[in-house]
């Protein structure tokens, strides 16, 4: 089946310095995407999403791009804080006839050094 | 705090036995989603319901099985428990079906 993946496992950044999180899709049919940040023992938080008929969003110090022709997409963050050290995950949605299912990727954790 | 509710927090159980996690969805929001996470690992979708009904199945074994209530709370049923199927069990829930989901705070099972 076709699927989300993620290219970087663990990235560290420095405090303040800019942070992009990479991530993978391989369903051209999916329509909608969606960045989540998990701390340790909670469960996954809503960043940022796009839609398929936009290529760039804008959030408070996230950016999400989205690149349909090599299907990619990445989560930019601006001045990361300590605060910001999680894991990342991508996800996509398709709605087909078979219904709606959220695919998330791997996960790429991301640590902020003080 | 996402609005989404589960309980219990933490289950532990044997080997063998049959479990029920329960997820009450964000008021309004008629979309709930049930996720398997194992430790260190990815997100896997297991089930989808949309006002009581199935929508979307993904990697749920057959002894799990779920349903959604006509209140829209939803329970996840593991039954015949297994060493592997110790992780933390998430809900979400979305208004419909091509919104953002809320997760809850998730089950931490442990099967030993």
């Known amino acids: 089946g076709e699927s989300v993946g993620l290219h970087l496992p663990t990235l560290s950044v420095q405090e303040g310095d800019n942070s992009i999180i990479n991530c993978a899709y391989s369903n051209s049919a999916s329509d909608y995407f969606i960045w989540y940040k998990q701390e340790s023992g909670k469960g996954p938080q809503f960043i940022i999403d796009i839609r398929s008929n936009m290529d760039k969003r804008q959030g408070q110090r996230v950016t999400v791009l989205l690149n349909k022709t090599v299907k990619h997409l990445s989560l930019q963050i601006a001045a990361t804080q300590p605060g910001d050290s999680a894991v990342y995950f991508c996800?996509?949605?398709?709605?087909?006839?078979?219904?709606?299912?959220?695919?998330f990727g791997g996960g790429t954790r991301l640590m902020v050094k003080p | 705090d996402s609005g989404v509710t589960q309980t219990p927090k933490h289950l532990i159980t044997a080997t063998g036995q049959r479990v029920t996690l329960r997820c009450s969805p964000r008021s309004g929001d008629l979309s709930v989603y049930w996720y398997q996470q194992s430790l260190d690992q990815g997100l896997q979708f297991l089930i989808q319901y949309y006002n009581g009904e199935e929508r979307a199945k993904g990697n749920i074994l057959e002894r799990f099985s779920a349903q959604q209530f006509p209140d829209l709370h939803s329970e996840l049923n593991l039954s015949s428990l297994e060493l592997g199927d110790s992780a933390l069990y998430f809900c979400?829930?979305?208004?419909?079906?091509?919104?953002?989901?809320?997760f809850g705070q998730g089950t931490r099972l442990t099967v030993v």
């Open positions: 979400a829930s979305s208004l419909t079906e091509a919104t953002e989901a809320f």
């Open positions: 996800a996509e949605n398709m709605n087909n006839n078979a219904g709606n299912m959220l695919t």
